[in-house]
């Protein structure tokens, strides 16, 4: 797990960089709304959006599972489209943000198939709808070539603070379009992701994703909304065998109600929290250590179970819920029945958490000052896993 030397320079990244408000919006997204979506609709079963966009096909993708890499990386040569914000550096590494060159949804709108429900209309306040607008950005965690799981604990916060940044930008250009978030994470080719220079994609609009809509419709039965619950139950159902690991006020647990081996879920245990924007600089930092840690702990732990070292997150920042992340490693693939809806588990939580403690066991005691994870220590955890094969297999 070296540390690269390929980045993207301060000086390329400046000449990319433009200051966005409501007057030059469209003018400094021009680039990428030629590749707009050409319009979406909503799922009936879940509400979820669905985009129709077939430019997004013509991507690149440099990630690959061949032993043979690509060298050349697009971001860290600057052949990117428009930085919206970065933030300071940190031994010359740095966070920024830019726009999506093929995004799922534009500023001036993408027209809307069919109708919306009379619940999702109630909950935006309105009696039409008939476009979604928005901005689908990207998140660089540094300029160089790596990821969350090989940084430091300063430049990880570094990136969650420049998230924050973005999204205030635009929340003062319009808080009404920019309005929600779908903040998400995909790691490795298995889960998703496209490119190898680690990043995250935000995804601000004013339609609301299905996990919003879940929440709104729990306050209009007048219960606690699915956040809340999932707080509270991480508490009562999840013993402390479950919990993997703590940072200030977050956990980090493997879920009573895990759909893969080696899920995690990051919780906030200060109540009326839902957004990054919610904590100060060092509860950020607290965050930025369970971040680094659960993802380390994958990076070790799926490779000794014969697994790709990938996954997707998703960031929830419901304004109607609770603060938490969501870890779902490439661990088990979904077939028929949890297609459609009938989830098997092939490990338990307990079994889950064990293994990702003895990860954390075994190859650092203060993960969050190092770049680097000494061979001697990985080969330790698999050697333990080897003699302890039930763990993970039996």
């Known amino acids: 797990m070296t540390r690269t030397n390929q980045h993207l320079t301060r000086e390329k990244m400046m000449k990319?960089?433009?200051r966005v408000n409501l007057r030059n919006i469209l003018d400094v997204f021009e680039e990428t709304r030629k590749n707009a979506p050409s319009h979406f609709s909503l799922d009936s079963r879940y509400g979820e959006p669905i985009v129709f966009s077939e430019k997004?096909?013509?991507?690149?993708?440099d990630n690959s599972n061949n032993s043979a890499k690509n060298d050349s990386c697009a971001i860290c040569e600057g052949k990117t489209t428009t930085v919206l914000s970065y933030g300071k550096s940190i031994n010359d590494s740095f966070p920024f943000s830019n726009e999506n060159m093929f995004p799922a949804i534009i500023p001036n709108g993408i027209s809307l198939a069919g109708p919306l429900s009379e619940l999702v209309l109630k909950?935006?306040?309105t009696d039409s709808h008939d476009s979604a607008k928005g901005v689908h950005l990207l998140h660089w965690p540094s300029n160089y070539h790596i990821d969350i799981h090989q940084m430091k604990r300063d430049e990880v916060k570094n990136m969650l603070m420049n998230i924050v940044e973005c999204e205030n930008i635009f929340e003062n250009i319009d808080p009404t379009t920019y309005k929600y978030s779908t903040l998400?994470?995909?790691t490795g080719k298995v889960a998703g992701g496209s490119l190898e220079h680690g990043h995250f994609q935000e995804v601000i609009s004013n339609l609301p994703p299905g996990y919003v809509i879940d929440d709104y419709i729990?306050?209009?039965?007048?219960?606690?909304?699915?956040p809340q619950i999932?707080?509270?139950?991480?508490?009562?159902?999840?013993?402390s065998t479950h919990v993997v690991e703590r940072h200030g006020n977050f956990s980090i647990v493997s879920p009573y109600n895990a759909q893969k081996p080696l899920e995690q879920r990051i919780i906030c245990n200060e109540p009326g929290r839902n957004r990054l924007a919610d904590f100060e600089e060092g509860e950020l930092g607290d965050l930025a250590c369970a971040?680094?840690?659960s993802t380390r702990g994958l990076y070790h732990a799926m490779p000794a179970m014969g697994k790709e070292f990938a996954y997707n997150m998703e960031i929830n920042q419901s304004p109607l819920g609770e603060f938490s992340i969501d870890i779902f490693p490439a661990t088990q693939t979904?077939?028929?029945?949890?297609?459609?809806?009938?989830?098997?588990?092939?490990?338990t939580p307990k079994k889950s958490a064990n293994i990702l403690k003895l990860a954390r066991s075994v190859y650092s005691s203060h993960p969050f000052d190092k770049y680097e994870i000494s061979p001697e220590k990985s080969s330790g955890f698999k050697e333990k896993a080897n003699r302890d094969h039930d763990m993970f297999f039996g």
């Open 184 to 186: 998400i994470k995909n």
């Open 56 to 61: 997004r096909m013509g991507r690149p993708y």
């Open 230 to 239: 999932m707080r509270e139950s991480m508490k009562g159902k999840n013993p």
């Open 334 to 347: 979904r077939a028929g029945l949890e297609m459609l809806g009938y989830n098997i588990c092939q490990m």
């Open 123 to 125: 909950m935006l306040g």
């Open 16 to 18: 990319l960089h433009k």
């Open 218 to 226: 729990g306050n209009c039965l007048g219960i606690k909304n699915p």
């Open 291 to 293: 971040l680094i840690w």
